[in-house]
Nanobody
Framework: QVQLVESGGGLVQAGGSLRLSCAASENILRVYTMGWYRQAPGKQRELVATLTSGGATNYADSVKGRFTISGDNAKTVYLQMNSLKPEDTGVYYC??????????????WGQGTQVTVSS
């Protein structure tokens, strides 16, 4: 079954905003990190932003100052995207990293949500 559920993608004009949401299902008991990645057709998936359970954030240089990642204690993560540019276009994937053992982890991925920014 799908363990990460995403929403919020769409088509916007350059300079506009979107807010993406992702929620982990109950069978993911806890997470170390949740985040967002994106992928354009024919290109490699790249990190956009991550959020640890302790509240630390990390952003790709290309989105710093424009995107904000946030979450809550219910394994939910959001990505507020402002001042969108055409180069932000792609499929955005939610990611959750969860403990597998004391020394390893699982990565879970959502199905992806399309973000298209027109010029």
């Amino acid at each position: 079954q799908v363990q990460l559920v995403e929403s919020g993608g769409g088509l916007v004009q350059a300079g506009g905003s979107l807010r993406l949401s992702c929620a982990a299902s109950e069978n993911i008991l806890r997470v170390y990190t949740m985040g967002w990645y994106r992928q354009a057709p024919g290109k490699q998936r790249e990190l956009v932003a991550t959020l640890t359970s302790g509240g630390a954030t990390n952003y790709a240089d290309s989105v710093k100052g424009r995107f904000t990642i946030s979450g809550d204690n219910a394994k939910t993560v959001y990505l507020q995207m402002n001042s969108l540019k055409p180069e932000d276009t792609g499929v955005y994937y939610c990611n959750a990293r969860a403990p597998r053992s004391a020394i390893s982890f699982w990565d879970y991925w959502g199905q992806g949500t399309q973000v298209t920014v027109s010029s």
